[in-house]
């Protein structure tokens, strides 16, 4: 079974500093994992994912993660923030294979201060 | 990218009555889609796998005779919650699956239900 754990419900930085969204995720096999942003009241948007080839993965708006199987981690960084950055943040596992089934953290809420 | 359209985007409904989602792939077929549920502050919770041709999956604790789910097509499946109570006031979004290699997913905007 696949789970993904965030870390910090709630993250608040300053505008053009560094972001910073934790996720740790536990695998038995070989997992596919993503990273989705949510605006309220609206569904969600794709920002970047991994799907075992570069283990440092480039997305959208200036976001990127990097998979470290050693920390089973896939924390998502940007590095400077934007009021516009200000939204929910979900990380999500898959296994890889034919499964589709996301399994999504807990989320983080991100705010960003002027 | 793929678009999926979900509809109503909101409902308000009494107690009582049912009420219908539907979820659809504008673009792409989807043999498969997912519903999920997700509470205020919340994250999303997977409901079931609906399956075009076949019987919805369902995960453990969601009623399947309260959550109908017909996959009528290839672009279209729908939620239906039968007889609402107020506790069952929630987002729901679906989502579907790119095909191919990419295991992407692509999400509807989502469908806020209140019941009142």
């Known amino acids: 079974a696949q789970s993904v754990t965030q870390l910090g419900s709630h993250v608040s930085v300053s505008e053009g500093a560094l972001v910073l969204l934790r996720c740790n995720y536990s695998s038995s096999v070989p997992p596919y994992l993503f990273w989705y942003v949510q605006y309220p009241n609206q569904g969600l948007q794709l920002l970047l994912k991994?799907?075992?080839?570069?283990?440092l993965v480039k997305g959208i708006n200036g976001f990127e993660a990097e998979f470290k199987k050693s920390e089973t981690s896939f924390h998502l960084t940007k590095p400077s923030a934007h009021m516009s950055d200000a939204a929910e943040y979900f990380c999500?596992?898959?296994?890889?294979?034919?499964?589709?089934?996301?399994?999504f953290g807990s989320g983080t809420q991100l705010t960003v201060l002027p | 990218g793929a678009v999926v359209s979900q509809h109503p985007s909101w409902v308000i409904c009494k107690s009582g009555t049912s009420v219908k989602i539907e979820c659809r792939s504008l673009d792409f077929q989807a043999t498969t889609m997912f519903w999920y549920r997700q509470f205020p502050k919340q994250s999303l919770m997977l409901m079931a796998t609906?399956?075009?041709?076949?019987?919805?999956?369902?995960e453990q604790g969601v009623e399947k005779d309260k959550f109908l789910i017909n996959h009528a097509s290839l672009t279209l499946s729908t939620l239906t919650v039968t007889s609402a109570h107020p506790e069952d006031s929630s987002f729901y979004i679906c989502?579907?699956?790119?095909?191919?290699?990419?295991?992407?997913?692509?999400f509807g905007p989502g469908t806020r239900l209140t019941v009142l």
């Open positions: 609906s399956n075009e041709g076949s019987k919805a999956t369902y």
């Open positions: 999500a596992v898959t296994k890889g294979g034919s499964a589709r089934q996301l399994t």
């Open positions: 989502s579907a699956p790119s095909g191919g290699g990419s295991h992407e997913q692509f």
């Open positions: 991994y799907t075992s080839a570069a283990t």
